[in-house]
């Protein structure tokens, strides 16, 4: 299995066709055997589907990603995971040990400056909340602040994801 994450360096990156590079990550028994880096060969629609298809691509892991992209890698039998975040070894080794869901983040439009997703607020439980802090470390534009031991979502939520899949008990949700 062959395991693209849409990548800036070693993190990955908030919206697909814009990354700077391609970790992949090659897994047998749900273990990374092997990596590579692939620069980025360069964002034209249509392209990078078939580009990482032709490199036996299985799964692409990423924060966020246009709708026209999803339904060519859907056809072509690849699974898609959007609404990662951290590193990306971390997100192949999650996604490996079945803790890496997508959370369907699309980016509906190319002027959005960086801010992918639904761009809707997440919803925090705050019976569940426990006050951690975990999301708040991995929120890409700083949405999240603790008040009174509860995590609070602002306006400036892009919808990422990375929140939802961090959080230990599940206190958060799309």
């Given amino acids: 299995m062959k395991i693209a ?4 360096n070693e993190m990955v990156t908030g919206h697909f066709g814009h990354c700077i590079n391609f970790n992949i990550f090659e897994a047998e028994n749900n273990q990374i055997i092997k990596s590579e880096s692939i620069d980025n060969p360069g964002h034209k629609p249509g392209f990078l589907p078939v580009f ?26 690849i699974e898609v995971i959007t609404g990662a ?10 996604y ?6 997508s959370t369907g983040s699309v980016c509906h439009e190319h002027q959005h400056h960086d801010e992918c997703g639904e761009h809707t607020k997440v919803k925090v439980d705050e019976e569940k909340c426990v006050g951690c802090g975990q999301c708040i470390a991995v929120c890409p534009v700083e949405a999240i ?13 892009v919808t990422c994801g990375a929140c939802v899949n961090t959080c230990p008990v599940e206190a958060i949700a799309l």
């Fill in 5 to 8: 994450v849409a990548s800036e």
């Fill in 52 to 77: 990482l298809s032709e490199r036996g691509v299985n799964v692409i892991i990423s924060g966020g990603m246009g709708q026209g992209a999803i339904d060519i890698f859907n056809a072509k039998n």
């Fill in 85 to 94: 975040a951290g590193n990306a070894k971390a997100a192949a080794n999650n």
């Fill in 96 to 101: 490996l040990q079945g803790k890496l869901v």
């Fill in 145 to 157: 602040s603790l008040n009174n031991g509860v995590a609070t979502v602002s306006d400036a939520c």
